[in-house]
């Protein structure tokens, strides 16, 4: 089997900084390192060559510093890199970027194309997608583990959700994306550093590539960044280290009740979920948001969004639509669609559309959107939305901006979407050249607003023939009950717990914690690695980001890679034994003390106030 891995080098998150003068990233000094998930996706390719033979080659686009980082990969263990470097690539989006690879991938006609789930500078994770789009071969993303199939030139790969987990049969050629808990990191060792400069490196061009260079890099870009903005939270950082547990609960808990706990969020007091519709609305105006349904439910997601919808659609003067697809029963949730602002629900049901399927959905999408052509295209940011919106945008040949937190109308009119990257350090707004202008949107960042059941929407079936086949076989497709990973999107409080617990006897103490404040749990990286609790409640720069009222670190050093997933709670309250830990730096409120003692006391403490605050 030929495996092409394709790699990224990028500024590491922590050494990310604005310039707030001329409103750039500064790029002298700065370390540059090869994103984590796209080196274990290349140490799982070596895996599966040592168990079933083949190559594994590496390929890159950057400017020549790019160099190291392949030579970095064949130290690893590579058997050849290539360096796509061309003035012509220069500002490339994730479009132009996925067409250049796409080009240099056919020339090297690998069986296997392997990516990193995402970069870590802009996290949205379209490249393996947009790939697997202009190459024409099945996809699946966000995959952790990998065997030989069962069948020739197959594999056989688990492929995780929100919800649980998938097994696939993928016939080869395709493309996958990993999760970073397929395979443990390693580094080279300088021995293999000094042997891989005589392991082939070929250097490519635009020529090389036989394309127009007009569909490179800026000039083939449908997005571009408007500006780039600070996006630094200051806190109030007030530590204590009282020697009582109770006084430190009764510390905690006048901080909590002080903010707020146990009252209604008031950004979350929304208006009326209708607004004044255009006699005539123009269709070509229109603000379509892509439903997202969890075991035949909607996700508050989609509500979030149609609340974003109506804003936009109030002032581009069109109508607010979803596109509902699913099983056969799925247009019962028509209602609860219009009730929460839509005018039109273009609607899908069939029975082999009840399953999430990458090919199928994106026929579906794409051709709908061809057919009634909108402005605006909302799709969720979750493990879905992220697999299907850029293979959407790659075949209609549009702009696609990912993980947004926010979108509004500029003066001129024009639908600028706010993305942040490298962590949340920094937030730009995006523009796109192309309609319709599609986003994915992080849950938990918009607003919905109040349900009016007295609407009612237009229905609209959509053609049954606008559906296409899938390339890969679902074997099994596994929703783990108590999972939790879904509630975190919404969740008031959020409670993670890190390495400093102690191990998995520490969770149930934490969880009635979690309990009291009707709150989500959560977890590191390591605590995920261990087998503590699930890999779909971590939360950082390869898990999910949360933004609650009320974020709680329990026995979490607070690393850079973590933090990016919590950075924005309205309150960090830390609780750690360490006075040096580097979460206290990015809390509002932390205790320095044992957290086995002051969090069964905190629980207490809540248990009477929140009783108190009910009467």
């Known amino acids: 089997m030929n495996t092409v891995v394709c790699i990224k080098q990028t500024p590491s998150s922590a050494d990310v900084r604005l310039d707030e003068e001329t409103k750039t990233l500064v790029r002298e000094g700065v370390n540059l390192v090869i994103s984590s998930l796209d080196r274990r996706a290349l140490l ?7 168990e079933i033979g083949g190559t594994v080659s590496v390929i890159t686009m950057g400017p020549p510093q790019a160099e190291s980082a392949l030579v970095e990969c064949l130290a690893l263990g590579a058997d050849k890199a290539i360096h796509l470097t061309d003035r012509a690539f220069a500002g490339a989006d994730t ?27 802009s996290e949205t994770g379209q490249v393996p997608s947009e790939i697997a789009e202009f190459m024409n071969r099945p996809q699946v993303t966000s995959v952790r583990k990998i065997r030989p199939g069962d069948s020739p030139g197959t594999l056989w790969v688990e492929k995780e959700t929100d919800e649980g987990y998938q097994h696939y049969e993928v016939t080869l050629p395709a493309v996958i994306s990993i999760t970073e808990l397929v395979i443990a990191g390693r580094r080279p060792a300088p021995e293999e550093l000094e042997a891989a400069k005589g392991k082939p490196l070929e250097t490519w061009s635009v020529a090389d590539l036989g394309g127009d260079a007009s569909v490179f890099g800026s000039s083939g870009s449908p997005t571009w960044v408007a500006e780039i903005r600070s996006a630094h939270l200051a806190r109030t950082g007030t530590i204590i280290s009282p020697e009582d547990p109770k006084e430190a609960a009764d510390r905690i808990a006048a901080y909590l009740l002080e903010n707020g706990l146990f009252k209604p969020r008031p950004q979350r007091e929304t208006t009326q979920a209708r607004r004044s519709i255009p006699s005539s609305p123009d269709p070509r105006r229109a603000v379509w948001v892509f439903a997202e349904l969890l075991e035949g439910r909607l996700r508050s997601v989609t509500h979030e969004l149609l609340g974003t919808a109506q804003e936009l659609a109030d002032g581009l003067g069109g109508e607010v639509a979803v596109v509902l697809v699913g099983g056969p029963d799925v247009a019962s949730r028509v209602p609860e669609l219009g009730a929460s602002g839509a005018d039109t629900v273009y609607v899908a049901g069939d029975e082999g559309l009840k399953v999430y399927d990458t090919e199928r959905y994106t026929s579906l999408l794409s051709a709908t959107i061809q057919h009634y052509q909108p402005h605006v295209v909302l799709i969720p940011s979750t493990t879905n939305g992220r697999d299907l919106a850029p293979r959407v945008a790659a075949r209609l040949q549009i702009g696609l ?26 937030i730009s707004p995006i523009y796109s050249r192309t309609t319709p202008v599609m986003a994915t949107v992080r849950p938990g960042m918009l607003v919905a607003r109040k349900p009016d059941t007295s609407v009612q929407a237009n229905v609209v079936s959509l053609d049954p023939s606008w559906t296409g086949e899938s390339r890969v076989r679902l074997l099994e497709s596994v929703v783990e009950e108590g999972l939790g990973a879904t509630e975190l999107d919404d969740a008031d409080v959020v409670v993670a717990v890190g390495m400093g617990i102690g191990g998995p006897e520490g969770i149930p103490v934490v969880r009635e914690l979690v309990d009291v404040m009707d709150g989500a749990l959560a977890s590191t990286l390591r605590v995920s690695t261990a087998g503590w609790l699930p890999p779909q409640i971590q939360l950082g720069l390869t898990g999910k980001a949360v933004a609650p009222r009320f974020y709680f670190a329990v026995g979490l050093s607070g690393a850079a890679n973590h933090i990016i997933g919590s950075r924005n709670a309205e309150h960090i309250v830390a609780i750690n034994s360490d006075p040096e ?9 932390g205790v320095v003390g044992d957290w086995a003692q002051i969090v069964p006391a905190l629980t207490l403490a809540l248990q009477g106030m929140k009783m108190a605050a009910k009467a």
């Open 44 to 50: 799982e390719a070596l895996r599966l060559r040592d």
């Open 95 to 121: 479009l132009a970027t996925a067409r250049a690879l796409a080009l240099a991938l056919r020339k090297l006609e690998p069986d296997l194309v392997m990516c990193g789930m995402f970069s870590i500078d």
């Open 401 to 426: 901006t990912g993980d947004c937190v926010d979108l509004n109308l500029d003066g001129d009119g024009n639908v600028a979407q706010l993305k942040p990257a490298f962590g949340g350090n920094i």
């Open 581 to 589: 830990a580097h979460i206290f730096k990015s809390a509002d409120f």
